[in-house]
């Protein structure tokens, strides 16, 4: 009872408490309501399931097949030990280039993405064909495979480093001009508004309202994408595009284990140094 007085005078003393109470009232779902969506819950988990059922099916998903694949592993594991150390004086040019083709592909990528994600932002994009057309050129570029781009640019160019740079340019162009588009589509528009009152024209409101905004996540796309291309251009090699990952590929072809365990160790320690100094740099620089 006495609950229940307290309750009602603050009914009538206390708006901000009557209001509370009847968003929450409003709030509340009836019986059939909460039902309804329990059983949209569950038949979208029946849904799920059935789909990872079907593809495991299809795709030959097995984990017997792993287990007994294991001996077969540990097997070709052991025989890459000890690691041929001699060999790695061999890759120490490689392993340049592979940084080079990184810093030339990262760099390039962000020549062509730049132009296509600014044209690609629906909030400040000059037209909608443009806008639509920017797009189709990002998914395009971004759905085909650095290796796809290599092979290519192999048949085009010839063998070396300068195909893998071209096709990881073109690949960063799609990733990197997909994240400028949504950095620039996310951006607070006051500025902008602010700019177009006063008569500013399209490349003074990108200049003064939009780069300011999108500055530090443009800092952290690239320096994202250049680990990305690390990475990468280890194993662009394989289809003759320079880099460490023809070593790679020439030593598992030769049946070379211990050249190839060095080969993997220096790739590893490779993208491990430099995902740090990008981790360090990154937290100096944003």
């Given amino acids: 009872m006495m609950s229940s007085a307290i309750a009602n005078q603050r009914l009538t003393t206390d708006p901000d408490y009557r209001a509370r109470l009847q968003q929450r009232l409003d709030s509340?779902?009836?019986?059939?309501?909460?039902y309804r969506m329990m059983a949209v819950q569950f038949?979208?988990?029946?849904?799920?399931?059935?789909?990872?059922?079907?593809?495991?099916?299809?795709?030959?998903?097995?984990?017997?097949?792993?287990?007994?694949?294991?001996?077969?592993?540990?097997n070709y594991v052991a025989r890459m030990y000890?690691?041929?150390?001699?060999?790695?004086?061999?890759?120490?040019?490689?392993?340049?280039?592979t940084i080079e083709i990184a810093i030339w592909g990262t760099v390039l990528g962000i020549v062509l993405g730049?132009?296509?994600g600014?044209?690609?932002?629906?909030?400040?994009?000059p037209h909608v064909t443009i806008y639509a057309a920017s797009r189709f050129i990002l998914n395009a570029l971004r759905g085909v495979s650095e290796l796809v781009f290599a092979l290519i640019f192999v048949s085009a160019v010839g063998l070396g480093p300068f195909p893998g740079i071209l096709a990881l340019a073109l690949?960063?162009?799609?990733m990197l001009g997909k994240f400028y588009a949504e950095a620039i589509e996310a951006i607070d528009p006051g500025p902008v508004e602010a700019l177009q009152a006063t008569g500013a024209n399209w490349i003074q409101i990108i200049v003064?309202?939009?780069?300011?905004?999108?500055?530090?996540?443009?800092?952290?796309?690239?320096?994202?994408r250049f680990e990305v291309s690390i990475r990468s251009a280890t194993v662009l090699g394989l289809v003759g595009a320079g880099g460490i990952g023809f070593y790679l590929i020439s030593s598992i072809r030769l049946f070379d284990y211990q050249e190839t365990a060095i080969v993997l160790i220096i790739i590893v320690l490779l993208v491990v140094i430099t995902?740090?100094?990008?981790?360090?740099l990154r937290a100096r620089i944003i």
């Fill in 82 to 97: 000890p690691p041929d150390w001699a060999y790695s004086r061999a890759l120490l040019g490689p392993t340049i280039e």
């Fill in 114 to 116: 730049l132009p296509l």
């Fill in 275 to 280: 995902d740090y100094l990008g981790t360090r």
């Fill in 28 to 34: 509340e779902m009836t019986p059939a309501e909460r």
């Fill in 118 to 125: 600014l044209l690609g932002a629906r909030n400040i994009t």
């Fill in 208 to 224: 003064f309202a939009i780069i300011p905004q999108v500055t530090p996540h443009f800092i952290t796309y690239n320096m994202y």
């Fill in 43 to 74: 038949a979208t988990l029946v849904v799920v399931a059935i789909v990872l059922y079907w593809t495991a099916v299809d795709t030959n998903v097995s984990l017997g097949e792993l287990v007994r694949g294991i001996p077969a592993i540990a």
């Fill in 171 to 174: 690949h960063n162009a799609g």
